[in-house]
């Protein structure tokens, strides 16, 4: 899909509630720091400050806890269900 029906799409189907955009960037992929977009144009990302790639796109330590614990459990639930890694983390940024 081009980056054209993909902001058309967009636009049509994605509630302007969730979009907090400077320009229209369309992703094709990100490593580290830097992303890449449909026309092949790599930039520097100074968007991770806002928490969602603060340790790189594509961080392998990240993958690999993501994808182990995905194969515990596709799913979970802090006002529901209890879970290990929450408790842990709770611990480690408690403050």
């Not at 094709?28 to 890449?36: E, K, L, Q, V």
């Amino acid at each position: 899909m081009d980056s054209a029906k993909i902001l058309e799409l967009d636009a049509r189907y994605l509630a302007s509630v969730l979009k907090v955009r400077f320009f229209p960037l369309v992703i094709a992929s990100a490593d580290g720091c830097r992303i890449t977009d449909t026309s092949g144009v790599t930039r520097l990302d100074f968007t991770a400050g806002w928490a969602v790639a603060n340790l790189g796109y594509s961080n392998a330590r990240v993958r690999e806890a993501v994808s182990d614990q995905f194969a515990r459990s596709s799913f979970g639930t802090l006002t529901a269900m209890l879970n290990e890694p929450s408790v842990r983390l709770a611990i480690m940024v408690k403050f």
